[in-house]
C-alpha cells in the first residue's frame, strides 16, 4: 500500500508544470537632469623627479609603498632615439604619488592628478643653507615630458596653472622637481603656466628686482595663486612656501627670502591665471 502510494505521488510530481524564471530586467536610468556642481576627476599634472637611478625608481614606485602613473628615463638606450616612457598606473586609477597635499582648494592630489616622475638625482640643499646643488635635465627627457604633458592636459582639459610640481602642492615636505627644472622653457612652448615678461617689467615699475620686500606681502599672494599652508605658519614654514614658488618661477633666487621680481612675477600670475574660488 505504501509503495503504491509513493509511485502515484511520483507520478503526480512529474506532472506539475515547472514556471519558467522571468529573465532580470536592468532598471532604466533616467539621465534627463545633469547637476552643475561637478568637476572631471583629473584637474591636475604633478612633477617629480626620482633621486633614485631607473632600476632603482622602477623597483620603488612598483612596490606598495608608492607609484606614479609615468616614469621617463633620463638617457636613451642604445637601441633607442628617446628616453623610455613606463607607464606604472593606470591614469582612471589613483596612484600614490602626491602624499599629504593641496592645490587650489583641492586636497589629499593622489585622488585628482596623474603623477609623472623623471629620473634625475634632485636637489641637495644642506640644512641651513638657502641654495643647493640640483641636477640639470637632459633636452631628450624634457621633449618627452613636454609630449606627454601635452596629451595628459589636451585629454582632461587641464589648466596651465595645474600643471605644477611636487613642491608646489607639499611645499613644507617637497623640494621636487627642483630649480633646475625647465618650467619657463615648457611655458614658451605652450604647457604649464609662466609670467609674462613685460606685464613683470611693468609692475616692477623700475625697482630694482632684488630689492628685498617684505614677505608677509607675498603670503595672502601666494594663497591667492593657489599654495595651501597654515595661517600659523612659522616664519621657517613661511620661507619653505615662498621658496617653493621660487624654485618654480623664480629659480635664479629660490632663498626663500622674497624681492621685487618674487611679487612681480606673482602679481604677473594672478592677472594670467586667476583661480575662481
Request: hydrophobic share 35%; charged share 15%; with cysteine.
Amino acid at each position: 500500500m505504501k509503495k503504491g502510494f509513493l509511485i502515484i505521488l511520483a507520478l503526480l510530481s512529474g506532472c506539475q508544470a515547472t514556471t519558467p524564471s522571468s529573465p532580470t530586467v536592468p532598471q532604466a536610468i533616467n539621465t534627463t537632469y545633469v547637476a552643475r556642481s561637478h568637476q572631471q576627476r583629473i584637474n591636475a599634472i604633478v612633477i617629480h623627479y626620482t633621486v633614485a637611478d631607473e632600476q632603482r625608481a622602477i623597483t620603488l614606485l612598483t612596490g606598495k609603498q608608492v607609484s606614479s602613473h609615468y616614469l621617463i628615463a633620463q638617457y636613451p638606450k642604445d637601441h633607442q632615439t628617446s628616453p623610455e616612457i613606463y607607464q606604472l598606473v593606470p591614469e582612471e586609477q589613483a596612484a600614490w604619488h602626491a602624499g599629504l597635499s593641496a592645490w587650489r582648494g583641492t586636497y589629499n592630489l593622489n585622488k585628482t592628478s596623474i603623477g609623472i616622475e623623471l629620473v634625475n638625482r634632485g636637489y641637495s640643499l644642506p640644512s641651513g643653507q638657502h641654495h643647493g646643488h640640483c641636477e640639470s635635465y637632459p633636452p631628450q627627457q624634457i621633449a618627452v615630458l613636454d609630449k606627454l604633458v601635452r596629451e595628459i592636459a589636451d585629454r582632461y582639459k587641464i589648466e596651465p596653472a595645474n600643471i605644477i610640481g611636487h613642491s608646489d602642492i607639499a611645499p613644507l615636505r617637497k623640494v621636487d622637481p627642483g630649480p633646475c627644472f625647465p618650467w619657463q622653457q615648457l611655458a614658451q612652448q605652450g604647457v604649464g603656466a609662466w609670467p609674462d615678461q613685460k606685464r613683470v617689467n611693468k609692475l616692477l615699475a623700475g625697482r630694482a628686482p632684488d630689492t628685498p620686500v617684505d614677505n608677509a606681502l607675498l603670503l595672502p599672494l601666494l594663497k591667492q595663486y593657489g599654495y595651501v599652508f597654515s595661517a600659523h605658519a612659522t616664519p621657517q614654514e613661511q620661507r619653505q612656501v615662498i621658496r617653493a614658488f621660487q624654485m618654480h618661477f623664480q629659480p635664479e633666487n629660490s632663498s626663500g627670502q622674497g624681492d621685487q621680481l618674487t611679487l612681480a612675477r606673482l602679481q604677473a600670475l594672478l592677472l594670467q591665471y586667476p583661480w575662481h574660488h
